[in-house]
């Protein structure tokens, strides 16, 4: 049976990435027996492997990055509360993650306070527009169960309201 792979989202990958990882997964665990990122990775290190345009093989820069990529998901570890405009407590990440578009029309993406990305309506839309696709990524992992179609069919449903939100 022939496969068709497409990008996930959220996600970075384009359709040709996903053609490419797809196939050489499939590959790797033909000729393995296994899909375990060790050996995936293992793979990669070839140079001729199409994987290995994928990676940043400079050992320096990438211990930075992993430092780097550690401390935003530590940052987003704890919560919270504070008090909204109609008296509830609610309780958020204490910091969260956002990419938008400045006055200039420069993408900007940092790490802000949750409650002040919320103060700011193109912040708060951008932060939407992220959870959104983190959503249709939750919605996609449960889509394989049976058990979850009523809870899918609602997360549908949830994502083409605020799809039509956000713009």
């Not at 407590?89 to 204490?94: P, T, W």
């Not at 969260?96 to 002040?116: K, L, P, R």
């Not at 609602?154 to 713009?167: E, F, I, P, T, Y």
Request: with cysteine; proline share 3%.
């Amino acid at each position: 049976m022939a496969q068709k792979f497409s990008p996930r989202e959220p996600g970075i990958f384009k359709q040709e990435d996903a053609d490419i990882w797809g196939v050489e997964v499939d590959r790797i665990e033909r000729t393995t027996g296994s899909r375990n990122p060790k050996v995936v990775l293992e793979d990669a290190t070839n140079i001729h492997s199409p994987l290995h345009g994928y990676y940043n093989w400079d050992d320096s820069q990438v211990a930075h990055a992993y430092r780097l990529g550690r401390t935003g998901m530590f940052m987003r570890q704890y919560t919270v509360e504070y008090e909204d405009e109609d008296g509830e407590i609610r309780q958020v990440l204490d910091t969260s993650f956002i990419e938008y578009e400045d006055e200039e029309g420069n993408t900007q993406e940092t790490y802000e306070a949750t409650v002040s990305v919320l103060d700011d309506e193109t912040k708060s839309l951008a932060h939407l527009r992220r959870a959104v696709k983190h959503v249709r990524g939750f919605r996609l992992d449960l889509a394989v169960h049976p058990e979850a179609k009523s809870l899918v069919r609602a997360l549908d449903a949830l994502c083409r309201k605020l799809s039509m939100a956000v713009g």
